[in-house]
């Protein structure tokens, strides 16, 4: 009937009717448009796996987001095995921070190829610390083994205002890093150390030590523009390019 009433209306009404359908459908192509994006942003991480496995094939010449699968009729026990001793205690006396941080991602482990997580081992000396970091590809969750430390994140400038959300953690106790943000873990005990394991939402989360890129990089950020960033005269950004900006991951 409806087709009908369509039919009779005049050239007017039907290119109107006409228009409201086509206003309709791009609507709903814009919105699912938009939601398809927001699907995207809620996993832009590490991308879910299309089989059961994907060992890395660390050999091979193609170039891809990750690493290329090894042969699922190659693939063995091994490449989801490392004998890593994170029961054991690492060197933290070589680190200028007091801490050492033992990271099995998937360039130790092929077989984390795809499935989005790493775990890390994290030793501090007493007064040692993880100096103020970001991993930009993964979520961190982190448990006292041994020890008391204070740590915290810092948000985004979000209204002008970086805030600290800060904790003192015994042993047994979790605390997480979202994504991104600036975090960083003590041991304000001068006497005895600490130890703590991390998980991280990422086959290979990387990382970005604050005082190592700013100062340390290669080759070296105009001081110029770090003594107007930090509002210091050139020579104490001078002076802090010249020291050895170590790596405490291992």
């Not at 009433?5 to 699912?32: P, W, Y």
């Not at 299309?50 to 987001?65: E, G, I, T, Y």
């Not at 775990?119 to 007064?127: E, G, K, N, T």
């Not at 960033?229 to 802090?240: C, H, R, S």
């Amino acid at each position: 009937m409806y087709v009908l009433d369509v039919i009779h209306l005049g050239d007017s009404n039907r290119a109107k009717i006409e228009s409201q359908m086509a206003s309709t459908s791009s609507f709903c192509l814009l919105a699912a448009l938009l939601a398809l994006i927001s699907w995207q942003q809620a996993i832009a991480s590490d991308p879910s796996p299309l089989q059961d496995f994907c060992v890395a094939d660390m050999h091979s010449p193609v170039r891809v987001n990750g690493f290329p699968c090894l042969n699922p009729m190659d693939v063995n026990a091994d490449h989801f095995f490392k004998a890593a001793m994170l029961d054991k205690p690492k060197n933290t006396k070589d680190s200028k921070f007091g801490s050492n941080v033992t990271l099995i991602n998937v360039m130790q482990l092929p077989g984390l190829n795809t499935l989005g997580i790493s775990i890390a081992r994290i030793d501090y000396a007493p007064l040692g610390e993880n100096p103020p970091h970001t991993h930009p590809r993964a979520t961190e969750i982190f448990t006292v083994l041994e020890g008391t430390l204070y740590v915290g994140f810092v948000t985004s400038n979000q209204n002008n205002m970086n805030k600290l959300f800060s904790k003192v953690l015994n042993k047994g106790d979790v605390f997480v890093f979202p994504v991104g943000l600036i975090h960083f873990q003590f041991n304000p005990n001068p006497h005895q150390p600490a130890v703590a394991i991390a998980a991280l939402s990422s086959q290979n989360p990387g990382v970005i030590t604050i005082a190592n890129a700013v100062f340390g990089s290669t080759p070296p950020i105009s001081d110029d523009v770090l003594a107007k960033a930090f509002q210091v005269e050139k020579g104490t950004i001078d002076w802090l390019q010249a020291q050895f900006w170590e790596n405490n991951h291992y």
